[in-house]
């Protein structure tokens, strides 16, 4: 399954202004995942440290909105669900480590489980 970066993105790297750079990979390849992962900190960690949490938060859920969104597809096998499981459990780490250390133990409890969970109805 070839996909671009803003693929797997969509509503993430259209809502941010941050700079990406739009790249193409199999979603089982190491590389590529591995990429997407330094992409996402990357974005992840320039936005908090110019708009600060809360800006961070809302664009993480709309990126975990996004891999939910693919999860759905028809086409993923458990190989690449896999994968998808493990970007969504990388998007947790920066908003959850800010609310760790800020003391907001019980923000971070909700955080984990919203961010893990694929049904936000």
Same mark, same amino acid.
């Given at each position: 399954? #070839?996909? +671009?970066?803003?693929?797997?993105? !969509? =509503? @993430?790297?259209?809502?941010?202004?941050?700079? @990406?750079?739009? @790249?193409?990979?199999?979603? $089982?390849?190491?590389?590529?995942?591995?990429? %997407?992962?330094?992409?996402?900190?990357?974005?992840?960690? =320039?936005?908090?440290?110019?708009?600060?949490?809360?800006?961070?938060?809302?664009?993480?859920?709309?990126?975990?909105?996004? $891999?939910?969104?693919?999860?759905?597809? !028809?086409?993923?096998?458990?190989?690449? #669900? %896999?994968?998808?499981?493990?970007?969504?459990? @990388?998007?947790?780490?920066? !908003?959850?480590?800010?609310?760790?250390?800020?003391?907001? +133990?019980?923000?971070?409890?909700?955080?984990?489980?919203?961010?893990?969970?694929?049904?936000?109805?």
């Amino acid at each position: 399954m #070839l996909l +671009h970066f803003k693929e797997i993105f !969509p =509503e @993430f790297t259209q809502k941010t202004n941050i700079f @990406f750079e739009d @790249f193409k990979g199999e979603v $089982l390849d190491k590389i590529f995942v591995q990429k %997407c992962i330094q992409s996402i900190y990357g974005m992840q960690y =320039e936005i908090f440290q110019t708009l600060g949490y809360e800006q961070t938060n809302k664009l993480s859920r709309i990126a975990i909105a996004d $891999l939910i969104n693919l999860k759905s597809s !028809p086409y993923i096998n458990k190989e690449t #669900l %896999c994968v998808i499981n493990y970007l969504q459990l @990388f998007l947790t780490f920066i !908003p959850l480590n800010h609310l760790v250390m800020t003391g907001q +133990h019980n923000r971070a409890l909700k955080w984990i489980n919203y961010s893990m969970c694929d049904d936000f109805a």
